[in-house]
Structures are given as C-alpha cells and as structure tokens.
C-alpha cells in the first residue's frame, strides 16, 4: 500500500517556476515507477514525466520537455517535479501516481506512460498560470 500528498501547486505568472513534491508512505515506494499527470478543465488526463525506480530511466511529455524536471529522493520517500519557463497551458490539476511493479518490469516507455500502469494516486494540486 502507497499512499502519496502531493504539494507545492499555487498561482504563478507565464514564465515562473514551482517545485511539486509528492510525499510517499509506504515501504515499496523504492520499487515504484513514479510518475506526474494532469488534467486541465475540459481536457484528458495525460501523462507529464516518469522516473524509473531507481531514477536511471525518465520520460518527458513533448510539450514539458525542456521546461520540466523529474527526481526523487528514495531516502525521503518523495518524487519532485521541477516545473521552469511556466505557460498558461500548463494550469491543471497535477497528480502524483505509483506504480508498484516498477521493479518487477522492465521500464517501458509504453508502461510508464499508461495511466492503468499505475495503481496508487495523490489528491491532486492545482497549478494556474496567469499570462
């Protein structure tokens, strides 16, 4: 079981930056697949960066690459999303999830990209930027 709180969202201006954390519970988080979603009102969900277990493989969505930055921190539980160069068209709601048979698999670019991959998720945090 992994629950995971995620914080750090708030109101910045177009070209600002924010640091999200997600703090895990939990003793499996160090075998998880973490990963960063969003969904913007009216929009689908989509997947926005993923980190391997061990942080040796990550993934960028098109439109962050460059501008975002995925970590963790195994020691302290917690996966941090750097967010640079903000736009209005990142405002969403940005969720945290786990997958806990990251290391059981084989990183995937396809697994880790799949919102069914992963069976845990946060509450969510708001990130509006205003242009």
């Known amino acids: 079981q992994v629950q995971l709180v995620e914080s750090g969202g708030g109101l910045v201006q177009a070209g600002g930056s924010l ?12 075998r998880c697949t973490m990963a960063w979603f969003r969904q913007a009102p009216g929009k689908e ?6 980190i391997s277990w061990g942080g040796r493989s990550t993934y960028y969505a098109d439109s962050v690459k460059g501008r975002f930055t995925v970590s963790r921190h195994n020691a302290a539980n917690t996966v941090y999303l750097q967010m640079n160069s903000l736009k209005p068209e990142d405002t969403a709601v940005y969720y945290c999830a786990a997958d806990p048979m990251g290391f059981a698999n084989q990183w995937t670019v396809a697994r880790a990209t799949e ?14 930027v205003s242009s």
């Open 19 to 30: 640091r999200l954390s997600c703090a895990a519970s939990g003793r499996t988080f160090t």
């Open 115 to 128: 919102a069914e991959s992963y069976d845990y998720w946060g509450q969510g945090t708001q990130v509006t």
């Open 45 to 50: 969900h989509e997947i926005v960066a993923a």
